[in-house]
């Protein structure tokens, strides 16, 4: 596994944190983000409530909301076997639209199993996305958000602490955001992982990973929360990076009793 510099990744790259990508910038390069107006407020009946997410594993996380990118599908993280069955059929389904009960039937104990180890790592929300990468093939995206115990009691003060740590590391592409939200900051990682000769046919070759992670300080609370996308599709990761960029502009923290809607 070799880390390599993010620097010349190309332009999609820098979108995230830029103060123009609040919801055109990346509807309009087809990344897809129904649901944000154009002063990037989320539409509240597309929204995924997190604090149900949340309370799987932990109680007392405060409600927090976004908008999920067009393409994304969630991936079933229920704790229940019953109801992780179901809903990963029902995953299925979403996945292969133009499917039959036959391939449904014989990919939903993978997607299940597959929402089992997500679910196993701490996190509380999981999404693949599905997009044509205009080569004449598919290209996926892997979307999860987990929130961890924080001791701060500012945001700002939490975001710093933060940056500092992650621009310690050269390997690190780190940036200060400033979202509707709050303060973040983002990580981007650009990561080879070599192939086994034996899968190749004796040829060298590598698997590269986009991975963006933005850094959210709860404003309502004493939590951090960590959105990773990522791709080992690179000729779709300005699109990734756009998306990342316009989901983070989407994020609120309503304050309790304020209502927040969930979505369907």
Request: a negative charge; hydrophobic letters at 45%.
């Amino acid at each position: 596994m070799t880390h390599v510099s993010t620097g010349g990744a190309g332009g999609g790259v820098g979108g995230v944190g830029d103060a123009g990508y609040v919801a055109g910038g990346a509807d309009s390069a087809g990344a897809g983000s129904a649901g944000v107006d154009s002063a990037g407020v989320a539409d509240e009946a597309v929204s995924a409530d997190l604090a149900k997410a949340f309370e799987r594993a932990v109680t007392g996380i405060p409600p927090m909301l976004f908008v999920l990118p067009d393409g994304f599908h969630e991936i079933p993280l229920q704790s229940d076997p019953a109801e992780r069955a179901a809903a990963a059929e029902a995953f299925a389904r979403e996945l292969y639209p133009n499917g039959d009960e036959e391939l449904w039937r014989t990919n939903a104990p993978a997607f299940a199993a597959m929402g089992e180890m997500t679910a196993a790592t701490g996190v509380a929300y999981a999404a693949m996305g599905v997009f044509d990468n205009e080569r004449g093939g598919v290209a996926t995206a892997n979307l999860t958000i987990a929130a961890t115990a924080s001791d701060h009691t500012d945001p700002e003060t939490a975001a710093l602490a933060i940056r500092e740590v992650l621009v310690r590391d050269e390997f690190n592409d780190s940036r200060w955001l400033n979202l509707p939200c709050g303060p973040a900051v983002s990580r981007i990682t650009l990561t080879k992982f070599p192939l086994d000769p034996a899968l190749t046919g004796g040829a060298e070759a590598e698997l590269v990973q986009g991975q963006i992670q933005v850094f959210v300080p709860f404003p309502t609370g004493p939590y951090m929360m960590i959105v990773t996308l990522g791709t080992y599709n690179m000729e779709v990761w300005a699109e990734v990076s756009e998306m990342a960029a316009v989901l983070v502009q989407t994020i609120t923290f309503p304050r309790t009793g304020e209502g927040a809607a969930v979505s369907g």
